[in-house]
């Protein structure tokens, strides 16, 4: 029984990030660009442009924030890869 709850939920949040991928493509990319520059950067790169931002990252907040949807996908594609950097990285406890 709490084998097929674990395999549900499992494939409810696989079908979520394939719909958010297929809902979203321009995020998508973007989102795979993000995931991207935290692999390849060092914790030193990291550190040092924590808190800055470039124009085309401010206008994918603004993008985010008008759409809860696009929101919701871009974070649940991001937010592994970037958390397992930043714990790398010294900057999450």
């Known amino acids: 029984m709490i084998k097929r709850l674990y395999l549900a939920i499992l494939f409810t949040a696989l079908g ?3 719909a958010g991928a297929q809902q979203f493509p ?3 990319m973007v989102a795979d660009r ?3 520059k935290y692999q390849q950067a060092n914790c030193e790169e990291l550190w ?9 990252e ?3 907040i603004e993008m985010l924030r008008s759409d809860p949807q696009m ?3 871009f974070i649940n594609k991001v937010a592994a ?3 397992n950097k930043m714990f790398e990285c ?3 406890p």
Request: aromatic fraction near 0%.
């Open 16 to 18: 979520a990030g394939i």
């Open 26 to 28: 321009l995020m998508n």
């Open 34 to 36: 993000v995931i991207q």
């Open 48 to 56: 040092k442009h924590k808190g800055e931002k470039t124009a085309e």
């Open 58 to 60: 401010k206008n994918l």
């Open 71 to 73: 929101r919701t996908a």
């Open 81 to 83: 890869p970037i958390a």
């Open 90 to 92: 010294g900057m999450l």
